[in-house]
């Protein structure tokens, strides 16, 4: 299949404007490259095709690269996520039809297909999960500075996804949007889910704070209940909220506090407590359904004798203090509610 693939790659790049002005329509020759914005054939420059070139290595004709995520590829994978197609069978049909090729005979044997994963599943999570990229220098870290957020040491759990599948319901046509991806764990830290925040690929704005302009630009899957996206590893003491940047809000002042996300007031409340836990910081948001949530896991971790410290934002939550308000005087305002002998040990740069 790998000599399938790439024959039929270099036959579509020996005729690669021809490629091009059928599946990337938007775009326009401009000496040895075709510009368009994006593999979508959206209206920009910001992807760029080589039109002439060698066979195979570097400058070979039919690569491209988008400038604006730093993906890149073949002919082949322009005609893959142009028409939307998921299986090779279906992208060789349809470079072969576009290059007027007969169809191969069919072979043999065929190695078995890896079985799908069901949709919301723990294991389609870890296959996202996995087939993203680390946030540096992505849409992903954007946002978060965007969000005020600059502490992004230790944020291996969290991954950017240049088009993630978004469908608004079932009855709906599936969009792409670029996500940063979240990895839920256990307290073994074993991946049991992942949370999805499609962003706006204009990057952050006030109107959006450059979450992506859809319904549900938040959305979790897999296996939730008592588990959260982490920061850190907790010992005797943690903070646990609801949402990420919450989390990390809180984060830009206790750098050495591990943190807990559970992403919603349910799931804070059924949050699972790590064995050597005795003191636990509450980040709560200021809505009623984080007063609930509060109680109940107070009440939880009371009965485990847990010691618990409730941290309240000045505003609706911690990130709109450090937006609005700025590091120092959320640091000031955390400093007073944390415990004496946790300001020396975990907020270091406000001691």
Known sequence: MALLASDLARRLARDAEAVCRHYLSNGRREGRYWLVGDVHNTPGRSLFVRLKGGDSGRGAAGKWTDAATGEHGDLLDVIRERCGLTDFKDVA???????SLPR??????????????????????????????PILGTLAEAYLLGRGITALHGTGSLRFHPRCYYRPDEHSPTETWPA???????????????????LDPGGFS???????????????????????????VAGEVMAAGEGIETMLSVRSVLPDLPMAAALSAAHLAALLFPDALRRLYFARDD???????????????????????????RLGDFNEDLRLLGRDRLAAALRVQIAARDVVRFMRLAA
């Open 104 to 133: 191969p005979e069919p072979e043999p044997q065929r190695r078995p297909r890896s079985p799908s994963a069901a949709t919301g599943s723990p294991e389609a999570a870890r296959r996202l999960f996995g087939m993203s990229r």
């Open 287 to 313: 809505d009623p359904a984080g007063d609930g949530a509060m109680a109940t896991l107070a009440d939880r971790a009371m009965e485990a004798g847990i010691e618990v410290i409730v941290l309240s934002p």
């Open 180 to 198: 940063m991806i979240a990895s839920v764990t256990d307290l073994a830290g074993r991946l049991t889910g992942a949370h999805r925040t499609w």
């Open 93 to 99: 049909d349809e470079a072969r039809a576009f290059l």
């Open 206 to 232: 006030e109107a959006t704070l450059g979450k992506a302009p859809i319904d549900t630009p938040r959305r979790a899957m897999g296996d939730l209940l008592g588990h959260a996206v982490r920061f850190g």
